[in-house]
C-alpha cells in the first residue's frame, strides 16, 4: 500500500514522472506537498512546459494522499490551479520549450 499507482485516475505516465523526476515513490512521500510547487519543479527537472492538466493530476494525488479518497468533482482541481496561479504565476525560470516539440 502506499504506491502511485494505486491513485484512481492517476495514470502509469504520471506515476513514472513522479518516480523519475521528484523520487516520489509512495503517497507518504506526496502528503502535505504543495501541487503548484510540486509541478513547477516536475517541469524544471523534465526541461519542457507540459500541460496544466498534469498539475490538476499532481493536485489529485496530493488529495488523495492526505484523504484516501478522490474528490466527487475531478474538475475542482482545475479552478484550485488557475486561483494559485493568479496568485503565484509561475516561475520566471519556467522551461520555454513544449513538451510537444
Not at 488523495?64 to 504565476?89: L, V
Request: net charge neutral.
Amino acid at each position: 500500500m502506499g504506491r502511485l499507482p494505486i491513485v484512481p485516475s492517476i495514470g502509469f505516465e504520471l506515476a513514472d514522472k513522479l518516480v523519475r523526476y521528484l523520487q516520489i515513490y509512495r503517497l507518504e512521500d506526496i502528503k502535505n506537498e504543495n501541487p503548484g510547487q510540486l509541478f513547477d519543479l516536475l517541469e524544471k527537472e523534465m526541461g519542457v512546459r507540459t500541460d496544466g492538466c498534469v498539475e490538476d493530476q499532481i493536485r489529485c494525488v496530493i488529495h488523495f494522499a492526505n484523504n484516501k479518497k478522490i474528490p466527487k468533482k475531478w474538475f475542482d482541481f482545475t479552478d484550485e490551479r488557475k486561483a494559485y496561479r493568479i496568485t503565484n504565476g509561475f516561475p520566471s525560470d519556467r522551461p520555454e520549450k513544449s513538451w510537444r516539440d
